[in-house]
């Protein structure tokens, strides 16, 4: 039962901006750290940055600090990802996490391509 879906991917030119959302669904979302991670291709699957459970404390890669901004709301069970200043090597599949239990849960990806 448990569902992560997220979407607001797409095709953006080099400097733009995206935000992605990851709707939620199987578990009480306001109690859980929260997640997201992006896979390019040729590399394996990275953290991108989390947020805990009330989003009071987060962190972020080093590749996107400054740029990058994760934030949550609870009472709409989403958790968002604001891409700014976008660079080619942004480009991926993004995935947003979870993990109440085990195994731990992941959506099914959205892609960011970053291109001129």
């Known amino acids: 039962q448990v569902q992560l879906v997220e979407s607001g991917g797409g095709l953006v030119q080099p400097g733009g901006s995206l935000r992605l959302s990851c709707a939620v669904s199987g578990f009480t979302f306001s109690r859980y750290t929260m997640y997201w991670y992006r896979q390019a291709p040729g590399k394996e699957r990275e953290l991108v940055a989390s947020?805990?459970?009330?989003?009071?404390?987060?962190n972020y890669a080093d590749s996107v600090k400054g740029r990058f901004t994760i934030s949550r709301d609870n009472a709409k069970n989403t958790v968002y990802l604001q891409m700014n200043n976008l660079k080619p090597e942004d480009t991926a599949l993004y995935y947003c996490h979870a993990r109440p239990s085990y195994p731990y849960y992941w959506g099914q990806g959205t892609q960011v391509t970053v291109s001129s």
């Open positions: 947020i805990t459970n009330g989003g009071g404390s987060t």
